[in-house]
Each structure stands twice: as structure tokens, then as C-alpha cells.
């Protein structure tokens, strides 16, 4: 039986943690052992299969800072995940064959302190170092031992994956001095199982009468361009007629953290957004929702505004099409390659008229959805089923200890 154990910093209900689960569960209907250790869990604010016994989640670590005074994330993640590599290596008695690490590199080289060197698989949904920005000089000398001990421990896996054509990209821009290594993609996958449940009601979510129902997923943050769904939903009420408007509602879910400042203040900042464009009656702001609740939501929506520009690969439109909901995502990064433009959503440019063109099309011609989200479906089995993911993800891990 080969032993695998993932290494993730924060498993939360994120689209990151969403392919460690999905990962951990591939292997272990290969009858693989499986573990996933991270430095903080919550069970309240987690994805369902973590809460079986069948995959255990062991959690070190989340004594340590995520910040200093509001500052120094990325060295507290840092210190964070190589502390639960550090306990991995010298204090579990864990044995192990294969580490699947993402996110963090940083513990790579403490994982080859083991008595017995152990293989590590790396990853990459994108780099770290792009995903913040670096406005003053201060931040730029903070950022730049930090850029290049990325690029160093990166490097030092045994097996570089990225999760798009886009991602391989952008990686080999961002650490020339890995040219060399050779980075595979392993799309995201869906497990299906989660979204073939019987799909339960809303729950008194959505105001009666809306026949019209947007969709957003994203976490709470500035970088997912959440505005840009609210501004559309706006653009959109001069489109049609009163008559349509009033059957009309978007439900804004995200993922949402209290210890997070970011997702706190940006949850107020839409709320204020949504009153300032008059558009309360027409939203629900909905935070951390629940695994079924999603599904519901999915089942019931019009189509998915999904709104990153960039986004590395971007789960959700996969999700949104398996369940027949139609896509609209801007034109870059993931949906390039996840999306069919006119066959399985609309791509288009991050602009609040662009998003409300696409948007009109499905309230003037409601059969549109149906004719899409079967497309979107067809696409998925085609492209990201999980035994596709299974299979390949398999072969890696064989190839490692072999």
C-alpha cells in the first residue's frame, strides 16, 4: 500500500482545498493511505468528506501567527507550514512514502531531512509571489527573499504539477532559473458524488417569484472582482423591462473567515456597493455556505457570474456546468481553457456592460440555459471527470516511488 501524506496550509472550503480533498479521496479509492496534515481545520468550516474517518486531517501548528500586527502573512504561513513539516519528519512516527505539498513550498527542504529520503510532489495552482501586490519599496525588499526562496524550494521537488496550460505559463515566466524541470498539468477535477445528491429547496434564500437567478461564487476577496457581478446585475436593469427586472436576483456566496481581515471588510465593502446602485432587493449575500446549499443554488441558478481576471483555473465554472448552468467568466486565465465560449457560457471582458450582454441573453430566451448547461455537462465528462484526474494523479504517485 503506498503512503501518501498532504501538506496544505489552511484547509479551508476554498478552490485549493477543494483539489487536496478531491486528490486525497482519488488515491484512496486506489487503495492508497492517505493523510492530510495542515497547520489549522476547522470542522465547522470545511468540506464534508474531511469529517470521515476514512480521511484523516491532522492538524499542527495553529497555535503560530498568521500575521504580526496585521502584517507579515507570508512569513507566518512560511514558519507555519514548516513547522508542521518539522513535525511531520521528527515528531509523528508517521510513515510515509509520497508527500503531496501545494500552496507553500517552503517545507519541501525540511521534508528532506528525513532519515529516509521521501518523494515530494509539488502542486503549483499558481505563484505565490503573483498573488500579492507590491505598491512601496518596503514591500518590494520584504517580498524579495521571500519571491526567491520560493522560486529555490520549488525547485526541489522531486515532480512540479500545475493546474492549467495558463498556470505552465506563467510559471516558467516567473522562475526562469526552472526552465529545466518539466511541469505537467493535472486539471482540477469534479467529484460527482457531491453534486448527484438529491438537490434540496433554498430554504427561503431567494425571494418568490424570481424566475431569473444569478449566480456568484467566490471568497470574499478583492482580488476575485466581486464588484464587477453587482455592477452587471445594475447594467442589466436597463436592458430589460420592468416586468423581467422584478423576476430577476443574484445570490453573491462566497467563502467567508472571521480571522481574516480581508474577507470581513470586503463583505461590507459589496454590502455598501449593493445599496449605493439600489440593488438590495435584488440580492442575497450568503457566507459560507454549506455543500448542499451549493448544490441547490447550482441546480436552481440561470447561469454562474464568475468574475477573477487571471484566475490560474477556477473550479466553480466546472461545478457550474456539471450541474447544467451555464458559465459567463471574463475572457483570461482558466475559463480559456475550462470554458466554451457560446457552447457552455460566454466569455467576456471584465466590464459591467459586457457581463449584462451576456446576462440579457438568458432572460430574453429562457430555453437558452437549457441548450447550454447540457453542453457544459457533455464538457465536464469529457474534460475533468475524476477518474481522468484519478488515473493520472495515480500514475504520478507510482512514478515517484518506482
Known amino acids: 500500500m503506498v503512503r501518501v501524506v498532504f501538506l496544505h496550509p489552511d484547509l479551508g472550503i476554498g478552490g485549493a482545498e477543494r483539489l487536496v480533498v478531491d486528490a486525497a479521496v482519488a488515491l484512496r479509492s486506489r487503495g492508497c493511505s492517505v493523510q492530510i496534515w495542515t497547520a489549522h481545520y476547522d470542522s465547522q468550516h470545511c468540506f464534508s468528506e474531511t469529517l470521515s474517518p476514512d480521511l484523516p486531517v491532522v492538524c499542527v501548528g495553529?497555535?503560530?501567527?498568521?500575521?504580526?500586527?496585521?502584517?507579515?502573512?507570508?512569513?507566518?504561513?512560511?514558519?507555519r507550514m514548516i513547522y508542521v513539516a518539522l513535525y511531520l519528519v521528527f515528531l509523528s512516527g508517521e510513515e510515509y512514502d509520497v508527500v503531496f505539498c501545494d500552496q507553500v513550498s517552503a517545507c519541501i527542504p525540511v521534508l528532506r531531512l528525513a532519515r529516509h529520503r521521501k518523494k515530494v510532489l509539488f502542486y503549483c495552482h499558481f505563484p505565490d509571489q503573483l498573488l500579492t501586490e507590491r505598491r512601496s519599496l518596503?514591500?518590494?525588499?520584504?517580498?524579495?527573499?521571500?519571491?526567491?526562496?520560493?522560486?529555490?524550494?520549488?525547485?526541489?521537488?522531486?515532480?512540479?504539477?500545475?493546474?492549467?496550460?495558463?498556470?505552465?505559463?506563467?510559471?516558467?515566466?516567473?522562475?526562469?532559473?526552472?526552465?529545466?524541470?518539466?511541469?505537467?498539468?493535472?486539471?482540477?477535477?469534479?467529484?460527482?458524488?457531491?453534486?448527484?445528491?438529491?438537490?434540496?429547496?433554498?430554504?427561503?434564500?431567494?425571494?418568490e417569484h424570481r424566475r431569473f437567478l444569478f449566480l456568484s461564487i467566490n471568497r470574499y476577496e478583492r482580488k476575485k472582482n466581486l464588484p464587477l457581478a453587482l455592477q452587471a446585475l445594475a447594467a442589466l436593469r436597463g436592458r430589460i423591462s420592468t416586468r423581467q427586472w422584478e423576476q430577476?436576483?443574484?445570490?453573491?456566496?462566497?467563502g467567508y473567515d472571521e480571522r481574516v481581515a480581508e474577507n470581513v471588510q470586503h463583505y461590507a465593502e459589496l454590502r455598501s456597493l449593493a445599496a449605493s446602485l439600489g440593488l438590495e432587493e435584488h440580492i442575497t449575500f450568503l457566507r459560507s455556505f454549506s455543500d448542499?446549499?451549493?448544490?441547490?443554488?447550482?441546480?436552481?441558478?440561470?447561469?454562474?457570474?464568475?468574475?477573477?481576471s487571471g484566475e490560474h483555473f477556477g473550479i466553480v465554472p466546472v461545478e457550474a456546468m456539471y450541474m447544467q448552468c451555464p458559465v459567463i467568466a471574463v475572457a483570461s486565465g482558466g475559463p480559456l481553457e475550462s470554458v466554451a465560449d457560446g457552447e457552455t457560457g460566454y466569455l467576456c471582458q471584465p466590464t459591467a456592460e459586457s457581463f449584462a450582454e451576456a446576462m440579457q441573453r438568458f432572460v430574453v430566451d429562457p430555453e437558452l440555459k437549457q441548450h447550454i448547461g447540457k453542453a457544459g455537462r457533455e464538457r465536464v465528462l469529457g474534460r475533468f471527470s475524476l477518474q481522468a484526474f484519478t488515473d493520472q494523479l495515480y500514475q504520478y504517485v507510482i512514478s515517484l516511488i518506482n
Open 248 to 254: 430577476v436576483h443574484l445570490v453573491m456566496a462566497g
Open 138 to 207: 518596503l514591500k518590494r525588499l520584504y517580498r524579495a527573499p521571500i519571491d526567491r526562496l520560493e522560486e529555490l524550494t520549488t525547485g526541489m521537488a522531486d515532480l512540479v504539477v500545475v493546474n492549467s496550460k495558463f498556470t505552465a505559463n506563467i510559471f516558467k515566466e516567473t522562475f526562469p532559473n526552472l526552465a529545466a524541470i518539466q511541469t505537467d498539468v493535472l486539471y482540477p477535477s469534479l467529484n460527482t458524488s457531491t453534486f448527484d445528491q438529491n438537490v434540496g429547496d433554498l430554504e427561503g434564500l431567494i425571494p
Open 62 to 79: 495553529d497555535w503560530l501567527p498568521t500575521s504580526v500586527c496585521g502584517y507579515l502573512h507570508a512569513i507566518c504561513a512560511y514558519l
Open 292 to 308: 448542499h446549499q451549493k448544490v441547490a443554488l447550482l441546480s436552481k441558478s440561470t447561469c454562474v457570474l464568475y468574475t477573477p
